[in-house]
């Protein structure tokens, strides 16, 4: 695959996913720190980026106050407006439930 393709691919599915400025290294950093979350050994990023020295990847352990912004803004869009649909079911649901499940005096079912 040439670099031109990944880049394209970055373009298409950067767009699918709602950001569209999404570029190759913002993969491979991705995938680093998702490595080294997981695993906790430096060493490890550093081979799996074939980094010739230990403070070149030292790097990727480091956020940039304005990326974290960024990305914590846009996910907690997403977020917010998932939680806000899934309350506006809950509540729908709920209500359906309270008009079928009433009972009379005499303790049987009643519909609203």
Same mark, same amino acid.
């Given at each position: 695959?040439?670099?031109?393709?990944?880049? !394209?691919?970055?373009?298409? $599915?950067?767009?699918?996913?709602? $950001?569209?400025?999404?570029?190759?290294?913002? +993969?491979?950093?991705?995938?680093?720190?998702?490595? +080294?979350?997981?695993?906790?050994?430096?060493?490890?990023?550093?081979?799996?980026?074939?980094?010739?020295?230990?403070? &070149?990847? =030292?790097? $990727?352990?480091?956020?940039?106050?304005? =990326? +974290?912004?960024?990305?914590?803004?846009? $996910?907690?869009? =997403?977020? &917010?407006?998932? +939680?806000?649909? !899934?309350?506006? !079911?809950?509540?729908?649901?709920?209500?359906?439930?309270?008009?079928?499940? !009433?009972?009379?005096?005499?303790?049987?079912?009643?519909?609203?």
């Amino acid at each position: 695959m040439t670099g031109k393709n990944i880049w !394209r691919l970055c373009t298409v $599915y950067g767009r699918l996913i709602g $950001y569209p400025e999404l570029k190759p290294h913002d +993969l491979r950093h991705g995938v680093a720190m998702e490595v +080294l979350e997981q695993h906790h050994d430096l060493e490890q990023v550093r081979a799996l980026l074939g980094h010739a020295r230990i403070d &070149t990847t =030292q790097i $990727y352990t480091s956020i940039r106050p304005p =990326q +974290l912004k960024r990305a914590v803004s846009f $996910y907690e869009e =997403q977020a &917010t407006k998932m +939680l806000v649909e !899934r309350n506006e !079911r809950d509540e729908r649901s709920d209500r359906n439930e309270t008009r079928t499940s !009433r009972l009379d005096a005499n303790g049987r079912t009643r519909n609203r």
